[in-house]
């Protein structure tokens, strides 16, 4: 079973919210982010995509801080999926050292950049933000290891699409992956930009 074979505090985590059978969605994906391919997640709402990017993310990082610079970025749709995901996140990462940043887009840049700058190991943002520290400088990606997108769907407009790809000009070699209800076009373009051969999971 996939969760037997992660990290000791996610396990921990895990049996004290009583989860203990993946989803079919899980059994399928974990084994397989945890190898390290870039990949597109597909599967409908309630299949448990999020709780996957939870565990997957918090294993890739080992549950501990490391240095200053964050190692795994998520970005979401809009500001208030981005804070809903940092509570889940502190829900899970309490008894760990992990630190987890939500980019507050009511929050002035100049803030975010100082705060980010004092140290985290998983940053959370839209692609407005992330795009807008990157290009002021705001947030060193030198060490990442993990990219994700969660509920892609959002990426059909303009705007975010653009930044995205932006975003990922940017960015150090590391894992991409990108959680979505269906495997549209606009997200298989991908797979000529930073997408390298990624491999598709769908339910």
């Keep these: ?42 599967a409908p709402e309630n299949s448990g995509k999020t709780t996957t990017l939870l565990l997957t993310t918090m294993q890739k990082l080992q549950c501990e801080e490391v240095g200053t610079a964050p190692r795994a970025i998520i970005l979401v749709g809009d500001n208030e999926k981005a804070k809903a995901l940092y509570d889940t996140f502190n829900e899970y990462t309490r008894r760990t050292s992990l630190r987890v940043y939500v980019c507050d887009e009511k929050l002035h840049i100049d803030l975010l950049k100082s705060e ?66 269906k495997m549209h076009p606009f997200l298989k373009r991908f797979e000529s930009y930073f997408m390298t051969n990624a491999r598709t999971i769908g339910l």
């Design 116 to 181: 980010i700058f004092e140290g985290t190991d998983i940053l959370i943002a839209t692609p407005q933000i992330m795009n807008k520290l990157l290009l002021l400088n705001g947030v060193n990606v030198t060490q990442l290891k993990l990219f994700c997108i969660d509920d892609a769907e959002f990426l059909s407009q303009k705007t975010p699409l653009s930044n995205i790809m932006a975003i990922t000009q940017s960015l150090a070699k590391c894992q991409f992956v990108i959680y979505s209800e």
């Design 1 to 42: 079973m996939p969760f037997k074979k992660l990290h000791a505090s996610i396990k921990e985590k895990l049996e004290s919210l009583e989860i203990n059978t993946p989803t079919p969605f899980q059994s399928k994906s974990i084994p397989l982010i945890k190898s390290g391919a870039n990949i597109f997640c597909t």
